[in-house]
């Protein structure tokens, strides 16, 4: 597959950009070497190269949840300014229509 002149021009119309005359030749010339460079990917042998969805592989480095006892609601609520028994009071920040 190789790019032309036309190829470009569509491109940056679709990108809304302008380019120069000289430019789009320089463009067509650049994108074609990238190509023919990929398109020799397709030389390799990968019959026995299982498919992979990362490169690296990683495991798991967090550490294990735990079940604690959480603070009591009224040590928790002691320090507040604006509360009720069991909840913080926020000022509204959602208005309604």
């Known amino acids: 597959m190789s790019v032309t002149k036309n190829d470009i021009e569509h491109i940056a119309k679709l990108a809304k950009l302008e380019i120069k005359e000289d430019e789009i030749d320089n463009f067509t010339s650049q994108l074609n070497k990238v190509l023919d460079y990929v ?3 397709n030389e390799l042998d990968t019959d026995n190269v299982k498919p992979l969805s990362h490169p690296i592989e990683g495991e798991n480095v967090f550490r294990e949840d735990l079940l604690k ?27 309604s229509n």
């Open 39 to 41: 398109d020799k990917l």
């Open 69 to 95: 006892e959480s603070i009591p609601t009224k040590d928790a609520l002691k320090n507040s300014g604006s509360k009720t028994e069991e909840y913080f009071k926020v000022p509204k920040v959602i208005k």
